[in-house]
């Protein structure tokens, strides 16, 4: 069956015409605002990423022995950096609750204490935990490929790589990397932090999950890699 584009049968001064322009309109007002709204979130992430980079480097710089310190700009630049060169999803949840815990689950590293805190466990531990986690987090990222991104979405369903072996493997990575920095850097703040990050973090998984069941191909990639984050855990 073939189709043809509807203005070959769009008269000048048919109702149709006229009702038609306003949707067209819409569409292009609706998609504008889109793109303003991609343009200023990376914006803004390059922003708050380069004022905790500046703030986390001079740490460093004070007491080079800090290796976890550094580690965590690089976890923080890989995360949002990626961000910035992910394709526009297909459907995106704006809902305020999806925002708040990607936004919070994503720029937590705002509001972690940089000085240096109590080491429940030595500095070079710590740091294997953030390198392994990293190497993780590349690996299921370079699964995804250009799918990633900050807000839930349906970018197509991926399960190749890393996703064979859990539904959400980047927040593993997240988890590994996390553990490594607060044993060696814990504190009160600190453990407040991770805390809420641990939470937002998993609300952020059940939400992603929500929106990507509505898709026929991500239920039957359920049935088969049954764990979210952790292989007989969670």
Request: aromatic share 10%; glycine share 8%.
């Amino acid at each position: 069956m073939t189709t043809t584009p509807v203005s070959d049968h769009i008269m000048p001064g048919n109702p149709s015409q006229a009702a038609a322009m306003p949707r067209d309109t819409e569409q292009g007002a609706g998609g504008w605002r889109e793109a303003l709204v991609e343009v200023s979130s990376r914006v803004a992430a390059v922003l708050m990423l380069s004022v905790f980079a500046f703030a986390a480097v001079a740490q460093w710089r004070a007491a080079p022995t800090r290796i976890t310190l550094l580690l965590l700009v690089v976890t923080s630049c890989v995360t949002v950096g990626l961000s910035l060169v992910t394709r526009v999803p297909v459907k995106r949840d704006w809902r305020p609750l999806a925002f708040i815990c990607a936004m919070g689950g994503t720029y937590y590293f705002l509001a972690v204490r940089l000085t240096p805190g109590t080491h429940l466990i030595p500095e070079t531990i710590g740091a294997c935990l953030q390198v392994l986690g990293i190497v993780w987090q590349l690996f299921a990222k370079a699964s995804l490929r250009r799918s990633f991104g900050i807000l839930p979405a349906n970018r197509g369903v991926v399960s190749r790589g890393a996703y064979r072996f859990v539904r959400h493997p980047m927040y593993l990575g997240y988890f590994i990397t996390d553990i490594g920095f607060l044993l060696t850097n814990f504190g009160l703040q600190n453990m407040i932090v991770y805390a809420c990050q641990f939470a937002l973090q998993v609300v952020r998984i059940v939400r992603e999950e929500q929106l990507l069941s509505a898709d026929e191909g991500y239920r039957k990639y359920k049935g088969k890699v049954h764990y979210r984050v952790i292989p007989g855990v969670f």
